[in-house]
């Protein structure tokens, strides 16, 4: 998993935070917070959310 990716994970699917973080664009922070919003409500409907929630709220 790339920084990136485990950065939307642990602090939550924000990509102005990704973009401030990383220096990321506009477009490429957006696209990693969604792929980070679709891998955390994958895990909620499986059950295994709970880990990730915690971090998020």
């Known amino acids: 998993m ?4 485990e950065e ?5 699917p924000d990509p102005l935070h990704l973009a401030e ?3 990321l664009s506009e477009k490429t922070a957006i696209r990693y917070a969604n ?3 679709a891998l955390l ?3 909620l409907e499986s059950g295994l959310g709970d ?4 971090g998020y709220r």
């Open 2 to 5: 790339d920084r990136q990716l």
């Open 8 to 12: 939307a994970l642990a602090h939550g």
């Open 21 to 23: 973080v990383f220096g």
């Open 35 to 37: 792929s980070a919003l």
């Open 41 to 43: 409500e994958r895990d």
């Open 51 to 54: 880990q990730w929630n915690r």
